[in-house]
């Protein structure tokens, strides 16, 4: 069965930068068809969905995050990126990918801190 584990996170200033890394393991050649999609968790709410990349390529946004957030992966390493500019204090959460829409068990996910 498919994992993901994530990677990358860490305390950040506002305004700063940091690229977030989500390798699958046990898929196969069967990432490069799988629409992946990043999230995001802070405590007493909904996992909510920040990014998401489609297996032909179309990635989407939400408004909180467009034009700072870029999704890209790399299908020959079973990884799918997030690039986080001009992070903001409301970003702090934890991170986590996962494929869409049938979701399989969430991993451990990565804290993303943005503070002064």
């Known amino acids: 069965q498919v994992q993901f584990v994530e990677s990358g996170g860490g305390l950040v200033q506002p305004g700063g930068s940091l690229t977030l890394a989500c390798v699958a393991s046990?898929?196969?050649?069967?990432?490069?068809?799988?629409?992946m999609g990043w999230y995001r968790q802070t405590p007493g709410k909904q996992r909510e969905a920040i990014a998401l990349f489609t297996n032909v390529g179309m990635p989407s946004y939400p408004d909180p995050v467009k034009g700072r957030f870029t999704i890209s992966r790399d299908n020959a390493k079973n990884t799918v990126y997030l690039q986080m500019n001009s992070l903001k204090l409301e970003d702090t959460a934890v991170y986590y990918c996962?494929?869409?829409?049938?979701?399989?068990?969430w991993g451990q996910g990565t804290q993303v801190t943005v503070s002064s």
């Open positions: 046990g898929s196969g050649f069967g990432f490069a068809s799988y629409n």
């Open positions: 996962n494929k869409f829409p049938d979701f399989v068990n």
